[in-house]
């Protein structure tokens, strides 16, 4: 018997559409995803030094002390501090410069039995950090630092008087070490003077860099 070509052509779609070669290939199945392995790090326990409740720190400075009319002339003494908490602790220094009325002098205007008198004053302050923050060096170290303000009373003695004293600041302080602390301190004494005919109250402004021993 002849088949037509239309007739065998009829005959083999069904087939043709179920074969492999009409469907496509077969998907092939996804590889499997390797476990990715996380790297151990090591926890490092870094422990930044600083000032806690209850430390004292005592300890040395030096600077500049600019004394209103007479000039700035060097400055030194010594500083005791306890950390009532973290946040507010108490102070007390002594320090000792010079004032001199040479250049007053120079126009006619002496007003010390000699050029140069020494200036000693101490004070009593309440601090507390304002901004505690930290201070990196490098990767792996780190300091604590505060900026802290300052004000309290005192006295300030010169040419045979004495001078009741206000004084107000602030201050910035790095802890490198538990024991070791370095501070930088901008302050201002207040004071009455007269010297000049005409009582006045007058700016003595302190610029000084410390270092203290905490324990």
Known sequence: MRISPLRLLTLLLPWLA???????????????????????VDRRDIRIPKIQAKDVEAGVFLGMLSVEDFGAKPLYGARLAYHVSEDFFVEGLYGKSTVSDEALCNVG???????????????????????PGELFYGK???????????AGVGSTSF????????NLGFGFRVVPRDWLALHFTIRDYLFESDFLGTTKITNNIELSLGVSYIF
Request: proline content about 8%; charged content about 10%; overall charge negative.
């Open 159 to 166: 040419v045979d008087e004495n001078h009741f004293t206000l």
């Open 109 to 131: 205007l002496c007003l010390f039995p000699s050029r140069d008198q020494d200036l000693s004053f101490y004070a009593l302050s309440v601090g507390y950090n304002l901004f």
């Open 140 to 150: 792996n170290t780190a300091f604590n630092t505060s900026i802290y303000l300052l």
């Open 18 to 40: 179920l074969s492999p070669a009409v469907q496509g290939e077969t998907t092939a199945p996804l590889p499997q995803t390797e476990q990715v392995i996380l790297p151990e």
